[in-house]
């Protein structure tokens, strides 16, 4: 969504007092992210695993990727290997639109730092790989998901642990949507609140966004979460969408990860490509959202429990 759209939205939900907030807190959330920008290019790479802690839950990094991306991939993984608070693994999920033979020298060399690729050689999953596959390879740990396209700050893992160490029974994330209803009616996604602050609490209310980090506490999603061919059928293009409405089959809340960097730097581009574009300008999300409402017989009051 493009500045004018984001600030029109803004107007709409909240009048001139939204779009202050979000143009205040956008200023901040640039200023933070161009000084962890400079930080991941100037450090040196490091190996990023953890060595030293026993931990009874193993925190796994998860993420995906797709060969357009993997000339930039390593700069965001850079940035996950230089974290103050080390992941037991950092694992790249990849579908069957990818090879070994398509990795940059740069990818390759990441692998005596901590990095692990995984190859689905059958399908490609899309989005979905980023929890699909970790959530059912360690379903006994933390799943934290990322994006591969972000610079991520030195604090990233650490304050999502800090806040589930909080809210064991909450999936933490550090970009969170409010939800919003009128008379018993789920308003439209661009309706709704986006980048919330004010809500600091576990709440169904809340999506979680992937790109800025969510983190995934063992065993809280149900089986159906992992149906590829229900989600493929429903929701293949919105996976934040289709693991909302996962959350709520499953009773887990969203709890907000306070932090400063919510909407982060892109390592090429700060423009997400067609299929963001599709999802919220075009209002895709709410055909999705609705079809796995319907088909999971979800009330709109489920989110507002």
């Known amino acids: 969504m493009n500045i004018a759209d984001r600030l029109k939205n ?23 992210s161009r000084i962890t920008k400079a930080s991941v290019n100037r450090r040196k790479l490091q190996f990023g695993l953890n060595q030293s802690d026993m931990r ?73 790989k980023k929890y699909f596959y970790a959530m059912q390879e360690f379903p006994n740990d933390i799943i934290v998901t990322a994006d591969d396209d972000l610079y991520y700050p030195s604090n990233w893992l650490s304050s999502l642990l800090k806040t589930y160490k909080k809210y064991p029974n909450a999936i933490s994330a550090r970009r969170v949507h409010l939800m919003r209803q009128k008379d018993g009616i789920l308003l439209p996604y661009n309706m709704w609140k986006d980048q919330c602050r004010s809500i600091v609490e576990p709440s169904f209310s809340l999506l979680a966004t992937g790109g800025s980090g969510k983190l995934y506490p063992p065993h809280c999603l149900k089986k159906c979460a992992f149906d590829d061919g ?23 809340p969203v709890v907000w990860a ?28 709410d055909v999705f959202l609705k079809n796995v409402m319907d088909f999971y017989n979800i009330s709109t009051s489920r989110f507002f429990e």
């Not at 293949?236 to 499953?250: G, H, T």
């Open 10 to 32: 803004a107007y709409a939900t909240g009048g001139f007092k939204e779009i202050v907030r979000k143009s205040f807190f956008h200023y901040i959330y640039m200023f933070n």
């Open 56 to 128: 009874k839950e193993k925190i796994v990094v998860s993420l995906t990727s797709f060969p357009l991306r993997f000339n930039k991939i390593h700069i965001c993984l850079k940035s996950l290997l230089l974290q103050n608070v080390k992941p037991d693994k950092i694992v790249v999920y990849l579908g069957n639109d990818s090879s070994r033979t398509q990795f940059t020298k740069e990818m390759l060399d990441l692998e005596r730092y901590g990095v692990e690729y995984r190859i689905d050689s059958e399908r490609n999953l899309k989005a979905h």
């Open 230 to 252: 229900r989600f493929k059928e429903l929701c293949f293009d919105a996976d934040d969408i289709w693991l909302k409405c996962m959350e709520v089959v499953s009773e887990i």
């Open 258 to 285: 306070k932090n400063w960097e919510v909407d982060q730097l892109g390592v090429g581009s700060n423009e997400k490509g067609a299929l963001s574009k599709q999802n919220v300008d075009c209002s895709n999300n």
